[in-house]
T-cell receptor
């Protein structure tokens, strides 16, 4: 069965410093992996996705993630945090080959201080 | 603008009073899905539909019904709501193409069942 573990429920950074949100996954086949962001009172917005092409994936707003099969990880990074990055972030894996469902991690709340 | 639209955005109601949450997408997507989001549990799938007249259960279908009579609409029906269905609900859609296609989410519907 597929599963996702976000290793930190809450991450706090200062504006201008790097962001690292950690995600490990388990999958019995070659996975599709996603990072979504949720701002308060809004839906989920896709940041980036990995679908077995390049292992370093670039997304919107300066975010990127690296797929590491040997470590079963898909960590999200950004070189310099902005105040507007404060939100909840979800690491997500597709549940099966047909993509009939997404399996969500529990989420990481990112706080950014000035 | 490509979007998934849910209505209502907020609803407070009482136990046993039937309600329907509507979901509509304008992207001509075949696949649609409903999720609920609860604190500490992330998002869990309720039902999904691969196309018109084709629906299937997700992880937490008890107490919910869906229908897919038109491609653009996928309403969620609570025939006899109970307090444990108090939650934040999201509708999502994606095109065909399997597990690599990202899902597009609505802004959510917050239901409170008293």
């Amino acid at each position: 069965a597929q599963s996702v573990t976000q290793l930190d429920s809450h991450v706090s950074v200062s504006e201008g410093t790097p962001v690292l949100l950690r995600c490990n996954y388990s999958s019995s086949y070659s996975p599709s992996l996603f990072w979504y962001v949720q701002h308060p009172n809004k839906g989920l917005q896709l940041l980036l996705k990995y679908t077995s092409a390049a292992t370093l994936v670039k997304g919107i707003n300066g975010f990127e993630a690296e797929f590491k099969k040997s470590e079963t990880s898909f960590h999200l990074t950004k070189p310099s945090a902005h105040m507007s990055d404060a939100a909840e972030y979800f690491c997500v894996v597709s549940s099966n080959q047909a993509g009939t469902a997404l399996i969500f991690g529990k989420g990481t709340t990112l706080s950014v201080s000035s | 603008e490509a979007q998934v639209t849910q209505n209502p955005r907020y609803l407070i109601t009482v136990t046993g009073k039937k309600l329907t949450v509507t979901c509509s997408q304008n992207m001509n997507h075949e696949y649609m899905s409903w999720y609920r989001q609860d604190p500490g549990l992330g998002l869990r799938q309720i039902y999904y539909s691969m196309n018109v007249e084709v629906t299937d259960k997700g992880d937490v279908p008890e107490g919910y019904k869906v229908s897919r009579k038109e491609k653009r609409n996928f309403p969620l029906i609570l025939e006899s709501p109970s307090p444990n269905q108090t939650s934040l609900y999201f509708c999502a859609s994606r095109s065909t193409g399997g597990k690599g296609q990202p899902q597009h989410f609505g802004d959510g519907t917050r239901l409170s069942i008293l």
